[in-house]
């Protein structure tokens, strides 16, 4: 069964630091997300990114975040300058259509942030 | 704006036992109401989903879950609990918002199965 994979599972940084998340969504999906999960918190959402291009973000995803679909199987989220709040679980989803359909996740990277 | 309300972060239950998990949303139009459960160490999992139609709908491993707009529910559950539905649940709402869609959580219930 096709699965969203992400890479690396865990992920220890300097504050400052940049950091880049991998995630391969399902391969014939068009739909691709970014969640985050602080420790304790609720999963919220940070970016959707549709036809190599952000189709919506929240107020988390501020300047120092980016993603990037740099080929046909990758969907990476950049963090430019890591600060200590940037510590989380980042979710990786993907799905076939925009709406109403079914989003894939993936198993998580964490992020740690000394 | 769309919100999700789940009511208790621990339950507790018997193995056996029926199992409900409290749901209570916040939508200005008809919402489409989403429950995922997360394993340890695993990505979150759909369980089942409500769009339209059916306002019972009945997921993957005996849950299922009842839409009643009367009371902006979307409980969860299993007449009869196993060991192997110690998780994380997770209820959410589906905004949509120029086509695309984004999914709003709750903070999530941890189900604990004792034998």
């Known amino acids: 069964e096709p699965e969203v994979t992400q890479t690396p599972s865990h992920q220890v940084t300097q504050m400052g630091q940049e950091v880049i998340l991998r995630c391969v969504p399902i391969s014939n999906h068009l739909y691709f997300y970014w969640y985050r999960q602080i420790l304790g918190q609720k999963v919220e959402f940070l970016v959707s990114f549709y036809n190599n291009e952000i189709s919506e973000k929240s107020e988390i995803f501020d300047d120092q975040f980016s993603v990037e679909r740099p080929d046909g199987s990758n969907f990476t989220l950049k963090i430019r300058s890591t600060k200590l709040e940037d510590s989380a679980m980042y979710f990786c989803?993907?799905?076939?259509?925009?709406?109403?359909?079914?989003?894939?996740f993936g198993p998580g990277t964490r992020l740690t942030v000394l | 704006a769309q919100s999700v309300t789940q009511l208790g972060s621990h339950v507790s239950v018997s193995e056996g036992a029926l199992v409900l998990l409290r749901c209570n949303y916040s939508s200005s139009v008809p919402p489409y109401l989403f429950w995922y459960v997360q394993y340890p160490n695993q990505g979150l999992q759909l369980l089942l989903k409500?769009?339209?139609?059916?306002?019972l709908v009945k997921g993957i491993n005996g849950f299922e879950a009842e839409f009643k707009k009367s009371e902006t529910s979307f409980h969860l559950t299993k007449p009869s609990a196993h060991m192997s539905d110690a998780a994380e649940y997770f209820c959410a709402v589906s905004v949509v918002n120029t086509g695309f869609q984004k999914l709003v959580f709750g903070t999530g219930t941890r189900l604990l199965v004792s034998p």
């Open positions: 409500y769009t339209t139609g059916a306002t």
């Open positions: 989803a993907s799905s076939a259509e925009g709406s109403y359909n079914e989003q894939f």
